[in-house]
């Protein structure tokens, strides 16, 4: 675990501009090294959540549990930069040029709300409670033994004095809704969301009503990538190193937009679970979507078919499906919404897709 302190002093000089003050962590067993945490907007407030929660431990005497801390662990990382850095000088040697330490946090979204710490707090007096009564079911302890429980009797005690907590109403959902997310090459996502009861589909999402305002990003993100594809090649043919010209961040950007949004829906429809496609038929379904569009583009020709199978998936956005389910995973586990598996039809609309996607779920959850 780690400590977080708030430094009073600025890290710039931009005349009447008053920056906030650095934050800063040092880690046990490391010596006195102090490091500063610099992060974007999305990551900030969690850090300034540590720091309140420090401050308020700190303040009080150890009357509060660092168990009940929204940020449970740390740790550093050392990430090494591509290129040859800075050019010119004699910095190039000094590897804080090309390199530089990352800090990775994990965090229980829970704590961030006073009820969903409420929920934590009652698992961990019920865990307490076990570890305690399993510990003198043994009989005679010894002094390891006997320190451990006193360590957990005064944690029992601290986490009934929890840190002060914005309120937020829990998720409350229907099981009997569910969102369902197809997934296909030209139209990368697909929303449904269906009453299972009553067989009724409550609304459809294409992927350009997904995004918005942010659709105009999907030409951008394809430009990039068929700019670095040809760069690879080049570089390919000359025998040079291809590392640099991997994808860009903007593909990531908007799969966590894309991720956002279906969570969205999920919450405005109080939906019971987001039910994703298995992955390991998606080769199937691309090549059934090409092979669609081939023939109804070349009714009458296999040979004009497969040229247009051809130029067509040069032409259309490829896209890093396990990179969206990935995001949405990691969404719907912050909102606490369920997530099911199913397998995807090949055949059909993307809606038609994602609506069957539902009812497939559906059926394994009564069968098992």
């Known amino acids: 675990m780690f400590r977080a302190k708030s430094r009073q002093y600025y890290r710039s000089n931009l005349g009447n501009i008053i920056l906030p003050p650095t934050i800063c962590v040092k880690f046990n067993g490391i010596g006195e090294h102090t490091f500063e945490i ?16 420090q401050e308020i431990k700190k303040s009080s005497k150890n009357q509060h549990s660092s168990s009940l801390f929204t940020l449970r662990s740390g740790r550093i990382g050392w990430q090494e930069g591509k290129g040859k850095g800075v050019r010119g000088s004699a910095a190039t040697a000094v590897p804080w040029n090309l390199h530089h330490l990352t800090l990775h946090c994990a965090v229980d979204t829970r704590l961030w709300t006073d009820e969903g710490t409420k929920l934590v707090i009652e698992e961990k007096t019920e865990d ?13 302890l010894n002094d390891k033994q006997l320190a451990d429980i006193k360590r957990q009797k005064s944690t029992l005690a601290k986490i009934n004095n929890p840190f002060p907590r914005p309120s937020k109403p829990l998720y409350k959902s229907q099981s009997h809704i569910l969102v369902g997310v197809s997934l296909g090459l030209e139209k990368p996502a697909t929303v449904a969301v269906v009453d299972v009861i009553s067989g009724k589909v409550l609304t459809y999402r294409s992927f350009k009503q997904l995004l918005g305002d942010n659709y105009k990003l999907l030409n951008r993100q394809r430009q990039q990538k068929q700019a670095l594809s040809h760069a690879r090649q080049i570089a390919q043919t000359q025998a ?13 950007y908007i799969d966590r937009l894309l991720a956002k949004e279906i969570i969205a829906i999920a ?10 496609p298995k992955l390991d038929g998606m080769r199937e379904q691309i090549n059934s979507e090409i092979q669609t569009k081939a023939e109804e583009k070349c009714p009458e020709c296999i040979e004009a078919q497969k040229n247009y199978a051809k130029q067509y998936r040069r032409s259309v956005n490829q896209w890093s499906y ?21 397998k995807q039809p090949i055949r059909g609309s993307p809606q038609d897709k994602a609506k069957e996607l539902v009812f497939a779920a559906y059926k394994s959850r009564k069968k098992s």
Request: charged share 30%; glycine share 6%.
């Open 128 to 140: 307490i409670a076990k570890n305690i009564t399993k510990a003198k079911e043994k009989g005679e």
């Open 240 to 252: 040079a190193p291809t590392n640099e010209y991997g994808d860009s961040e903007l593909g990531q």
């Open 38 to 53: 610099y992060c974007d907007s999305r990551h900030l407030h969690w850090f300034q959540r540590f720091l309140s929660d």
């Open 322 to 342: 396990s990179r969206l389910i990935e995001n949405i995973e990691s969404q719907a586990a912050k909102a606490r919404i369920a997530l099911e598996e199913s």
């Open 267 to 276: 919450q405005k429809y109080s939906a019971g679970s987001i039910v994703l």
